[in-house]
């Protein structure tokens, strides 16, 4: 098992994909720097000072003249509670609002772990791709003709990658996003909420990665595989569509995969749905209702999906001709 095991890593390794999708992932890691790196820049003290001459400004003008505000208000019919004209607060005069470290490190993490994802999906749909269409994987069986072992090896490869290459890329881009947190002058809070994210994005990479082995190889090729999950983003955002015409449907949004993926990532994943609520007058008004989809959901969701397409995939591949 192991030089089956070693051979296929160093098919993984050989692939020029493989470099070029990781690559890929380490130019967004570095944009993403740039982006979070003025988010997380405190607040200077002339930004303070400019926010406290408004302040002061829009303070005297509410002393002056709020009451009359909500007298002009309460004329056009309008409820006094509705109308009610709180005083100013001096965040609101903030010209830029500043991202914590914990807030711009899990927008850095979940991209990373985003787009290694999909990087993951291509490269396990690549190398499974390539050796169905060449006839390479035939060729192989003929030295190893024990399908039971070389499938095993083939999907252990892959997860060992897979995890491997989640876990680097999660904790570079975590780094990163500290160095340049403090570079900037912002306090490096909730590392370790971060550091559990990161964790559960080797599970997303390893699940990927999967779900591209197996479209692979029950499609036999990488650009069917490829246009499979192409298609399903498409009907995706048609579907986010579909729940503003139909509300009704709109309940559908707790099984859809990349949901439960983002509940198995960050913890908890929170989605909307439209209801429509009675007024007194007989007349009905829309209402956004809150959902979330829980980590155990998500977890359990995602287990159950790897595990039936690693089985459904190694019937296939102990039954089908790869000639």
Known sequence: MIPLLRAEL???????????ALGAVLLVIALSQLAVGGSMR???????????????????????????????????????????????????????????????????????????????????????????STGALAN?????????????AKVVALVLVAAA?????????????????????????????????A???VLVGVAAVVVGFALALLTRHTIAAAGTVLGYLIVSGVLAVVWLAVPALSGVQRFLPENNLLALLLGEHTYYT????????????????????????????WAVVVVVLVALTYVVFRRRDVN
């Open 10 to 20: 160093l098919r993984i390794r050989s692939r020029r994909l493989t470099w070029v």
């Open 42 to 132: 405190p607040v200077t003290a002339d930004e303070q000072a400019q926010a406290q001459a408004s302040y002061t400004e829009a303070v005297r003008d509410w002393e002056t003249n709020h009451e009359e505000y909500e007298q002009d208000c309460i004329a056009t019919g309008a409820s006094a509670a509705d109308c009610a004209y709180p005083p100013p607060v001096v965040e609101d005069f903030v010209p830029r609002s500043v991202s914590t470290f914990a807030e711009a490190g899990q927008l850095v993490v979940t991209i990373t772990v985003a787009f290694t994802g999909l990087a993951l999906l291509l490269v396990g749909a690549s190398v499974t791709g390539a050796e169905l």
């Open 140 to 152: 192989w069986l003929t030295f190893v003709p024990e399908r039971g072992r070389v499938f095993a």
């Open 165 to 197: 290459s989640t876990a680097v890329l999660s904790a570079l881009a975590l780094g990163l996003t500290a160095v340049v947190g403090a570079a900037v002058g912002a306090t490096l809070d909730g590392g370790g909420g971060l550091a559990e994210i």
């Open 199 to 201: 964790g559960r994005g």
């Open 274 to 301: 439209v209801t429509q609520v009675p007024q007194p007058d007989g007349t009905y008004e829309s209402s956004a209702v809150e959902h979330a989809i829980s980590l155990t959901q998500g977890s359990v969701y």
